[in-house]
C-alpha cells in the first residue's frame, strides 16, 4: 500500500526557510488519481492544512501563510517538497505529508520542526 | 473561511458506553468533504470516516458518521479502550476554497 515518509531538518532559526521533503512508496505520485498535501500541528493544538500539489504541479495554499509556503513536486523522485520562508517560533510544529482525494489518507509519521536559535 | 466549531472540547465515558461527537459549520459544505480523524498521542491522525458517512477501509462498525448542510455527527456506538483519542472533522470548501478542521473533541476514560 502507499506511504508517506516526512525528512528534513529538525532545527530551523529564525527569518530562515524550512525545507521538508516527502517521500512516496507504493504508488506514483504522478498516476494524477491523487493531490498531495501538508499539514501541520503545533504541540497540544489542532491540524492546521498549508497547501497541496498536483501531479501537473498546480498547487493551492491556506491563505493563512501568507504567500510564505512553496510546494514543488519531483515526479522523478516520487517526491513532494515544502518550503516555508521567514519562519518564526509560531511555525513550530510537526508536519504531516498526506496523500489527498477530499480526505487524508494515508498520512505520513510526522516530522517535528523547531524554530530557534 | 468556513470554520468547524466541534462539541463538546472534551468528553469523559465509559468502556462501552456510547459517545456522540458533534461538528458544526459556519455555513453549508459539501457532505462529500465532510471527514473524520482519529489522533492518538505521538501518531498521526488516521482517517475514519469520508463522505460524511462512508467507513474508511479497516474501520470498525461501531464507527458511524452521519449529517449534513451544517450539522454533522460521528458516533462510536460502543466504546472499545483503544477509542479514546482526539477526534478531528475536516472539510473542503468556502472562498478560496481550502481545508479546515475543527478544534478537536478529547475522548477520554471516565
Known amino acids: 500500500q502507499v506511504q508517506l515518509q516526512e525528512s528534513g531538518p529538525g532545527l530551523v532559526k529564525p527569518s530562515q526557510t524550512l525545507s521538508l521533503s516527502c517521500t512516496v512508496s507504493?504508488?506514483?505520485?504522478?498516476?494524477?488519481?491523487?493531490?498531495w498535501s501538508w499539514i501541520r500541528q503545533p504541540a497540544g493544538k489542532g491540524l492546521e492544512w498549508i497547501g497541496r500539489?498536483?501531479?501537473?504541479?498546480?498547487?493551492t495554499y491556506n491563505p493563512s501563510l501568507r504567500g510564505r509556503a512553496t510546494i514543488s513536486i519531483d515526479t522523478s523522485k516520487n517526491q513532494f517538497s515544502l518550503q516555508v520562508t521567514s519562519v518564526t517560533a509560531a511555525d513550530t510544529a510537526v508536519y504531516y505529508c498526506?496523500?489527498?482525494?477530499?480526505?487524508?489518507?494515508?498520512w505520513g509519521q510526522g516530522t517535528q520542526v523547531t524554530v530557534s536559535s | 473561511e468556513i470554520v468547524l466549531t466541534q462539541s463538546p472540547g472534551t468528553l469523559s465515558l465509559s468502556q462501552g458506553e456510547r459517545a456522540t461527537l458533534s461538528c458544526r459549520a459556519s455555513?453549508?459544505?459539501?457532505?462529500?468533504?465532510l471527514a473524520w480523524y482519529q489522533q492518538k498521542p505521538g501518531q498521526a491522525p488516521r482517517l475514519l470516516i469520508y463522505?460524511?458517512?462512508r467507513r474508511a477501509t479497516g474501520i470498525p462498525d461501531r464507527f458511524s458518521g452521519s449529517g449534513s448542510g451544517t450539522d454533522f455527527t460521528l458516533t462510536i456506538s460502543r466504546l472499545e479502550p483503544e477509542d479514546f483519542a482526539v477526534y478531528y472533522c475536516?472539510?473542503?470548501?468556502?472562498?478560496?476554497?481550502?481545508?479546515?478542521f475543527g478544534q478537536g473533541t478529547k475522548l477520554g476514560i471516565k
Open positions: 500539489i498536483y501531479a501537473t504541479g498546480t498547487t
Open positions: 498526506a496523500r489527498e482525494g477530499l480526505c487524508f489518507d494515508p
Open positions: 475536516h472539510q473542503f470548501g468556502g472562498s478560496p476554497p481550502i481545508y479546515t
Open positions: 455555513q453549508s459544505v459539501s457532505t462529500i468533504s
Open positions: 507504493g504508488g506514483s505520485i504522478s498516476s494524477g488519481d491523487y493531490y
Open positions: 463522505s460524511a458517512s
